[in-house]
């Protein structure tokens, strides 16, 4: 028999030192089925990490598996390039009922390869090419990927400490993180003193930023630490984007197809952007990225933006069925609503532990801010606690829970289940998280 341990010893002495999640949760999985994984000494845990958000309807659901089946059986082409088939036009015919009847009716979509990362870079490419302008503005704590470019237009400097001369004409403004507010002013004060920032970098000539070609973000940030763009915050970003003609990007990558309680994380705001980019859930596990753009902007030349893998098309089969159950259940509705549940049972623990100081987020993307109780950082908030958030990550885990971590300063517990979790689940990971927080901050 296999162990845990051969396989991971195995995985230290062969693979990169960059990997990460081995680190934090040190098994080889056997098999997965829902939300539940087995390692291969046969021990169960909940998965709250979910592929980073990818798997919108856990590990092996029928209606994934199937479609993969399907394909196999009918010997369809697996790999095409770009040419098209049936199984590709009815992924887009899924992907178009999905995104807002206002957005889809002049849309075009652009497939970009397989992760995430390829769509923000087609996002980029494109506002470029369509605007003449080189400028992008980004946002603290966002995170869009870790390709050159991408890494360029994420907010930590963490990674990219060791990289001399990314993408240069970024320029990052302030994300309306209420919690610790640039501006040291709480709520609707700092979000607009956030707006106003952004509004002189836009209409002053002297700001010293060129105009933009586009300004990108997360409607809900995901790396960052589940921080929500309140709505009436992204209305106005959106009529400041429209009053400059400036492009307005918004990364679904990990908050699209109903993860926060709405297909889309744009949609809580009623806004339309210019250019969606969607990956995680949209291939229903497997890779894949697209864009989605109004028609005007699709300035590509044959040629512009090309790869190899711009469209698997067992992705497109399984990300088809996905996005297809996740619609006519409803999964944006549960995330919501179960959402719900879990933000209520972490409000209340927050309240008993003072080491808890944020509870955050959207549906089913909760996040835990973890703090030290009597220090405060340089802006006088709250010092948050990096080692504190491990070590309540440690005591899930043991006790069979998945979770990340994540934020700005690596203390903020993530929730990210897939959207089909059940009610008996969403107790068992209140219990587990309870006991761990219990255990860490009694
Ligand atoms: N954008 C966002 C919002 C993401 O959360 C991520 C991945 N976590 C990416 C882009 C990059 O995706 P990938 O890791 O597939 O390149």
């Not at 589940?226 to 990007?249: F, N, Y």
């Not at 549960?334 to 309240?351: D, F, M, V």
Request: charged letters at 20%.
């Amino acid at each position: 028999e296999v162990s845990n341990t051969d396989l991971l010893q195995q995985q230290a002495n062969r693979e990169s030192s960059a990997r990460t999640y081995p680190r934090r949760f040190p098994l080889a999985i056997r098999h997965a089925k829902g939300l539940t994984v087995t390692d291969m000494d046969g021990k169960e845990y909940i998965d709250c990490l979910a592929g980073a958000g990818t798997l919108a309807l856990g590990h092996n659901h029928n209606v994934v598996t199937d479609a993969i089946r399907e394909m196999i059986d009918a010997n369809v082409p697996l790999h095409t390039l770009d040419i098209t088939t049936a199984t590709k036009e009815a992924f887009i015919d899924e992907l178009l009922v999905c995104l807002p009847a206002n957005f889809s009716r002049d849309a075009r979509v652009h497939f970009c390869g397989p992760t995430g990362a390829d769509g923000v870079e087609a996002a980029i490419k494109l506002a470029k090419i369509a605007t003449g302008r080189s400028t992008i503005l980004s946002f603290q704590g966002g995170y869009h990927g870790s390709t050159h470019a991408t890494m360029s237009l994420s907010g930590n400097l963490h990674q990219k400490g060791a990289l001399e001369g990314l993408v240069p004409n970024v320029h990052f403004m302030p994300y309306p993180y209420d919690y610790r507010c640039p501006f040291g002013l709480g709520g609707r004060a700092g979000e607009k003193a956030g707006l106003n920032f952004i509004r002189s970098v836009l209409g002053d000539p002297e700001s010293g930023v060129t105009k933009p070609a586009a300004i990108i973000l997360e409607a809900v940030q995901g790396e960052g630490g589940a921080i929500p763009a309140p709505d009436d915050w992204l209305k106005e970003l959106r009529q400041l984007t429209l009053e400059h003609d400036v492009l307005l990007i918004i990364d679904e990558v990990q908050t699209g197809f109903g993860r926060t309680g709405k297909l889309f994380a744009f949609e809580h705001s009623g806004i339309t952007p210019d250019i969606v980019v969607m990956s995680k859930a949209v291939g229903g596990g497997l890779p894949l990225s697209v864009i989605a753009y109004h028609r005007k902007y699709d300035k590509w030349q044959p040629g512009a933006h090309i790869g190899t893998f711009r469209g698997n098309q067992l992705a497109m089969a399984a990300g088809r069925n996905t996005l297809r159950y996740i619609r006519e259940n409803d999964l944006a509705g549960h995330a919501a609503a179960i959402g719900q549940q879990l933000a209520s049972a972490l409000r209340n623990l927050q309240t008993a532990f003072p080491q808890i100081g944020d509870v955050r987020g959207r549906g089913l993307m909760l996040g835990v801010e973890m703090i030290e109780d009597r220090t405060s950082d340089i802006q006088g908030y709250p010092k948050a606690d990096p080692a504190l958030a491990r070590s309540v990550q440690k005591s899930c885990f043991d006790r069979g829970l998945i979770l990340e971590v994540g934020g700005r300063h690596s203390a903020v517990l993530r929730f990210l289940p897939p959207l089909i979790i059940s009610n008996a689940e969403m107790l068992k990971i209140i219990d587990i998280f309870s006991d761990a927080i219990a255990e860490n901050c009694a």
